[in-house]
């Protein structure tokens, strides 16, 4: 079992790094089995946080309202990180949104890591779920907040911590850190139908368009379509 590392867990607006944000960092520093440090902040999205993250989470637009930028937050965070080994449930995912935000950053985040939802898949065939509310069901682990960022990654510690105390021992080399992959997707550009609507909807909403549609992204295009619909 590691002694040190990092255990980290992430709320986002949606499923994909292209088109969606990080809206919340939770993690803990581990030294020699112990808590060292925490790491808790909310990140201020481009878009607004649909109901249905809202309901999730529980994070509302209200609460991430004064919260700092994606920039400011995650290059904390990637300090808090250091050279550590990175602890997820399912952490690919986290890592994906962490790699895409650090490379806005023009900076690297090239990390080891282990998955607890991967050793969980391995060595506990029979359960029906391995989502992490069923695994600290299981194993009756507390958590204070489920899909709040901090209290997930303190779950998945414990987690760890059991996992490994029953079956490092015969599984090794499933504890074992590995590299962590991403291919960071390029952004595709706004369709001629959405630059079309969009000169349509600002025509007809007397709205400056200040757009460059050589360099607008679908996502951009997509993101301006709903604010202007909105107003």
């Known amino acids: ?25 939770g993690a803990l520093k581990v030294r020699d089995g112990k808590v060292a440090e925490r790491f808790m902040e909310f990140i201020h999205p481009q878009e607004e946080i649909s ?8 994070i509302t637009n209200e609460m991430v309202a004064n919260a700092r930028s994606a920039n400011a937050v995650i290059s904390d965070f990637l300090e808090f990180c250091e050279d550590d080994v990175l602890i997820g449930h399912n952490v690919g995912f986290d890592y ?3 790699k895409s935000g650090a490379s806005n950053l023009g900076l690297t985040f090239e990390k080891f890591g282990i998955d607890t939802f991967k050793i969980a898949q391995r060595t506990l065939k029979s359960l029906p779920s391995k989502s992490l509310s069923s695994l600290c069901e299981y194993y009756q682990i507390e958590n ?21 105390h029953y079956f490092e021992a015969e599984n090794p080399r499933l504890f074992s850190p590995v590299q962590l992959n991403y291919k960071i997707k390029k952004p595709r550009p706004a369709t001629a139908k959405q630059i079309a609507f969009l000169t349509s909807l600002a025509r007809k909403k007397k709205v400056c368009a200040d757009w460059d549609p ?12 709903d604010m202007m619909l909105k107003q």
Request: charged share 20%.
């Open 51 to 58: 109901p249905m993250i809202t309901n999730l989470t529980g």
């Open 214 to 225: 050589d360099t607008l992204t679908l996502s951009d295009a997509s993101r301006l379509i």
């Open 96 to 98: 994906s949104f962490m």
């Open 1 to 25: 079992m590691l002694k040190s590392y990092v255990c980290f867990d992430l709320e986002t607006t949606g499923l994909d790094p292209l088109y969606n944000e990080i809206i919340e960092i």
């Open 144 to 164: 204070k907040a489920a899909h709040r960022a901090y209290y997930d990654a303190l779950a998945t510690a414990k987690l760890y911590q059991t996992l490994a």
